[in-house]
């Protein structure tokens, strides 16, 4: 529900304060062929392989959102530092609010996870994206790494404003029948649910190693999700998966609980409970 | 859990040279206007409504244009396919007098909703509308249930020559309808809208879809309308509110294009 302005207006209209969007490149992709999104027990698993109408197409759906004074956080992908740079400085035309790299998508080559890896890659591309654009910069890092924080850092060390995590896990599913994987990619992103552990251990150990905000993402379907996130160290939340497990207003049922949770337990304001997990 | 279900081709119909309709066990319940995700193994996955239904097989009838439905006209009884759904919203088939009108393929979306019509003592009359007669099908199944048949081809080789919606503004004129029910292109649908005025509207919509259970927006129309889930059936007034009816569609990457 982030492909265009009329689908981000009405996920906003149900409480979100912000809205990210799909991850858009220089050229339009058509991604793979389906199947490209399943359901599993205990997550969703995609590769929908960067499908995007380029940038210059999309200028259009957020133009059109402007009018409704919608925070958009412009997520964009490339394969180097020029393209990233390029990327962002449209995005910053278009009038989006902030701008996130996708250094973690699992499933397309040469883009997201093969750049996100590369610790001297990430300062890079941050680097010369800050020093080319005047608004927020976020860096979404992926959680099939073998360290998240050496990579929060060198997105920090690039001058990030935040770091967002995480990305989808690096998944597959088989299919018992045909004895093929269920993808058309074979290998794809597992979200929902399932990957919540994992999150909420990648923001503890970044936000432990960095001083910029950490936005917490990954299998949130509840206010209790999102307070777990908030005390491994998030300042903010993303919600990807969960508009199916609850809806589309998602958004405001866990703005809802987490205000009925900090009541029962006395708390005034939810900045108080950042990163209480550390101890 | 949206999940495809492997299951086999139990028969094969041809029912005209680029027309066919697989059947296969599927023991969900379903309503007219819902569809299926069928995948083919190796070729792609794509929405398909239902054009037969019982409480253990169910049919999906297309004609081959692209990868996917010419793989699909290859495929043989025994032979499997991954079967997903049904998702949707359906038709309302409710009313005294309905009149059907299904254009091209779209034939095969409206005739389990004429069936059940007919079931429910509605009085159905349906407009088949194609470019010549050989492009027609399930004219005798849909007469056999007892509808009221009218064709129309673009090239007059049956019935009515000219557009099914030329052939719909005579037939609302000279009868008393309080319901239209259409599939078909969407250039026909949005002009059986403009000359249905007044009259109880329904639509099928066909968009590009991957998810189909509502998560990843790539068939949303107007302001997040998702076809998968809100639809693939509107309403008129639901319609007269989506700017891009009978004018864009999304492909792939998201670009609109033009029908």
Known sequence: ?279 | MNYPSVTKITETTKENSDVKTLFFEYPKKIIPGQFFMIWIPGIDEIPMSASYFNSSIKAITFKRIGDATKALFELKKGDKIGVRGPYGNGFKVNGTRILFVGGGTGIATIAPSVKEAISKNISSTVILGVKNKNELFFENRIKKYGADVHISTDDGSKGHKGFATDLAKKLLEEKKFNSVLTCGPEIMMKKLLEISDGIHFQASLERYMKCGFGICGQCCVDKGLRVCVEGPVFDGITLKNIEDFGIFKRDATGRKVRF
């Open chain 1, 1 to 279: 529900m982030d492909k265009d302005a009329g689908s981000m207006e009405r996920i906003f209209n149900y409480g979100a304060g912000a809205i990210v969007t799909k991850s858009i490149g220089l050229n339009p992709r058509e991604g793979y062929p389906n199947p490209t999104v399943v359901e599993l027990e205990f997550g969703i698993l995609n590769a929908m392989g960067l499908p995007n109408p380029s940038i210059e197409k999309f200028g259009d759906e957020i133009k059109k959102l402007k009018k409704f004074n919608i925070p958009i956080i412009g997520s964009i992908f490339g394969s180097n530092s020029k393209e990233f740079t390029e990327l962002a400085k449209k995005m910053e035309t278009f009038g989006v609010t902030a701008i996130e790299l996708n250094m973690s998508c699992p499933h397309a080559k040469g883009y997201g996870l093969e750049i996100g890896s590369d610790p001297k890659l990430v300062k890079e591309i941050t680097y010369n994206v800050k020093e080319s654009t005047s608004i927020p910069v976020f860096v979404k890092i992926s959680p099939n790494l073998p360290s998240v924080t050496e990579i929060a850092k060198s997105a920090e060390s690039g001058n990030a404003d935040g770091i967002v995590a995480i990305n989808t896990v690096k998944a597959m599913k088989i299919d018992l029948d045909l004895k093929i994987p269920v993808l058309s990619n074979k290998v794809g992103g597992y979200s929902g649910k399932a990957i919540k552990p994992i999150g909420v251990r990648c923001v503890y150990e970044i936000s432990q190693n960095v001083d910029i905000p950490v936005i917490g993402v990954g299998g949130i379907t509840t206010g209790e999700d999102a307070l777990e996130y908030i005390m491994a160290g998030a300042s903010a939340i993303q919600i990807g998966s969960g508009i199916y497990y609850r809806g589309l207003d998602i958004f405001k049922k866990i703005c809802d609980e987490l205000e009925i949770w900090m009541k029962d337990h006395g708390h005034k304001n939810l900045s108080e409970l950042i990163g209480v997990a550390h101890i």
